[in-house]
Structures are given as C-alpha cells and as structure tokens.
C-alpha cells in the first residue's frame, strides 16, 4: 500500500518575512526584493475582464497616488495571461476612463498565489480570491485582508491600514477600533506595577485606567 | 520595466535609462533623475546587465561599451 503524502505550503504569516518571488507582470519580470524600502500593497484578483474586479483596479487605481504618498507600491495578481493583462488594462482606459498604472503578475503557474495561499478551494479551484498583503518596507509582512469572490474591496479601510501600522512605528504606539489619522491613538499598556502608577500620574495621557490610557500625538 | 522588445530593440524606456548611466549611478538617484519609481529602476538594471549592456559593480550602475554602441544604433 503506498502512503501518499500531501504537502501543504506554510502560509506567510503576520511579522515574518514576506516570501520573496520573481514574477512575470505588465511591467516586465518584477522581483519582491526590487520594492525593498518602499511598502507595498500586492493583491489579487479572481479574473480579467470580469466586473467586480474591474470596479477594484479602477478603484486602486484612484488610490496609488495617495499610496506613493505614504511610500507605497501597489502590484496586482491573477492567474491570467499577460497578454489578457495588457488587453484588459487598455480596455479598462478605453471604457472607463482610468489608466492602471501599477503592474500586475501574470501568474499562470499559479507560483505566486501557492506561495501567499491565495487560492481558496471552497470557493474556486482557479481562481485567486481577493487577498491584500500589506508588505513594509523591510519587507515584513504587515497585514493580511481576505474578501470573498463576491464582495469588492474597501480602498479606504486599506488605506488606514497602512496609515496605521506607519503611525505605530514611528511613534509606538497603538490604534483604536475606526481610527483614522488624527484620532487620538493608544499607549502601550503598563508592564509593571511600578509602571501601572507611574501611567496614573503622567499627565501627558488621558487614562480609564492604568491599562487603557490614550494621547493625542503632535 | 521590459528594456528590450522581442525583436532585440531598445525601449524609449531603456533608451533615456541608458543615456543617463554615463557614469557611475545608484539606482536611487537613476530613479530621481528619471522620475520612475525605484522598483522598475532595479527591474530595468537588472535586465541591462543580463544583456551586457549595463555593467555593475558595489552598487553602481554604468553604460557598457555593448550598450553605448547599442544606443548609437537604435
């Protein structure tokens, strides 16, 4: 009787590095390491030529100049063609008025889309869900958003997103639930009692108490 | 950003790319004199040089003797 055993790739996770590829994209052969310093939103799409995703890339389109303002690339995925990439981005021009100025992979061997897990099964056997990895600038990946087949994606909830985890590494910091830039944000909690009193007495912070206390940052 | 077309031709891309890489340059400052991002100033190098029309060395990129004659035909 012969065992057959079923490899299942490693998911990337959240704070580990972000599994480097090289890809074929409507901008030539692109690799991971050529956004390095820069972060980078890369998505995918199920399909070319179908009009869920055709809302999106006109909405990431509207998007990527407010994302190069936060040091942010944008890169997008299916397992298409380049040439059906290429057909549809002139198609998007053409009909909706909105030139796609960021690459986008042409993963048909599906290399990619393994290595991040953006094929779900259960909804589509080939096609990529849409997925958002959200990748910084020293390529650690940041954040992960998966929707459903169905439902299009929110460009300013990416866009927080981003705002956000850039606000937490320049300042320390935490970000409450619906926070947008210029929200008070959260100080990282006590670690020990002697901190706990310290925290009650710092009038530079608002605090409940001394596990939940918030700033306004200047 | 493909800097050679199947036929062998230079890219207009390529082209200005190739012009500005007279001396010594970091991708960095490459990417600022062009105005194109950094990611497809790394991509373009990288095809250059497997084409032997761009040299490389501790992270600067100049024109070859292959790539400026090259230009002069394109």
Not at chain 1, 160 to 170: E, P
Not at chain 2, 20 to 49: C, K, N, Q, T
Request: negative net charge; hydrophobic residues 40%.
């Amino acid at each position: 009787m012969t065992e057959q055993v079923q490899q299942t790739p490693s998911l990337p996770r959240l704070g580990s590095p972000a599994p480097q590829f090289e890809a074929v994209t409507t901008h030539g052969t692109l690799k991971l390491e050529d956004f390095k310093g820069s972060w980078l939103v890369m998505f995918s799409h199920p399909a070319d030529f179908t009009p869920v995703c055709t809302t999106e890339f006109v909405a990431f389109a509207k998007i990527h100049p407010k994302l190069r303002e936060l040091n942010c690339e944008l890169m997008g995925l299916s397992i298409d063609s380049v040439y059906s990439h290429i057909a549809w981005m002139r198609n998007i021009e053409e009909k909706l008025g909105q030139k796609i100025t960021f690459p986008v992979i042409a993963d048909l061997d599906r290399q990619v889309a393994t290595l991040y897990g953006m094929v779900m099964p259960g909804e589509s056997k080939t096609e990529t869900s849409r997925c958002v990895f959200i990748i910084d600038d020293k390529q650690i990946l940041r954040a992960m958003i998966y929707y459903p087949l169905t439902t299009g994606r929110n460009m300013d909830e990416i866009l927080r997103v981003i705002q956000a985890l850039q606000t937490s590494d320049k300042h320390g910091v935490a970000t409450p639930a619906n926070w947008h830039p210029g929200d008070k944000v959260i100080v990282p909690p006590a670690k020990t009692q002697e901190m706990a009193e310290q925290r009650m007495t710092d009038k530079t912070v608002e605090c409940k108490d001394w596990y939940f206390c918030m700033k306004e940052l200047k | 950003m493909p800097c050679i077309g199947p036929d062998g031709t230079l890219t207009e891309s390529a082209k200005a790319l190739l012009k500005l890489v007279e001396h010594p340059s970091a991708p960095e400052d490459i990417a600022a004199r062009l105005g194109h991002p950094l990611f497809l100033v790394r991509a373009s190098l990288r095809e250059l040089v497997g084409a032997d029309l761009v040299r490389a060395e501790g992270g600067k990129y100049w024109i070859s003797d292959q790539g400026r004659e090259k230009l002069q035909s394109a």
